[in-house]
């Protein structure tokens, strides 16, 4: 059984700064692919980082060059670095896990970023 536990996210001006952490546990092949989805106000939920046990990383086009996702193998934890925040990635931030990029099964609780406009 795979657990994901969030901690992270807040109120930060726009071109703040915020970190993401995602405490991960469960099997090594539930848990190779850790990333972190977004959902926005009336949005679906996207992609925005993601990576592998082999750190191998994948990043959504609007965050390339502001986010950094990285791994530590040991405590199996995931983190999100989040550069000059914009009002448009408000949401609700998701920890997920799974085998690879394609199939994430397992959800954290969720945390909220705000960046006021």
């Known amino acids: 059984q795979v657990q994901l536990v969030e901690s992270g996210g807040g109120l930060v001006q726009a071109g703040g700064s915020l970190r993401l952490s995602c405490a991960?546990?469960?099997?090594?092949?539930?848990?190779?692919?850790?990333?972190?989805?977004?959902?926005?106000?009336?949005?679906?939920?996207?992609?925005?980082?993601?990576?592998?046990?082999?750190?191998?990383?994948?990043?959504?086009?609007?965050?390339?060059?502001?986010?950094?996702?990285?791994?530590?193998?040991?405590?199996?934890?995931v983190y999100l670095r989040m550069n000059n925040l914009k009002p448009e990635e408000n949401g609700v931030y998701y920890c997920a896990a799974g085998p690879g990029f394609s199939t994430f099964l397992s959800w954290g609780q969720g945390n909220q970023v705000t960046v006021p406009s």
């Not at 092949?29 to 990576?51: D, H, M, T």
């Open 24 to 77: 991960a546990s469960g099997s090594r092949n539930s848990i190779n692919a850790l990333g972190w989805f977004r959902q926005g106000p009336e949005k679906q939920r996207e992609l925005v980082a993601a990576i592998t046990g082999g750190q191998i990383t994948k990043y959504s086009d609007s965050v390339k060059g502001r986010f950094n996702i990285s791994r530590d193998k040991v405590r199996k934890t």
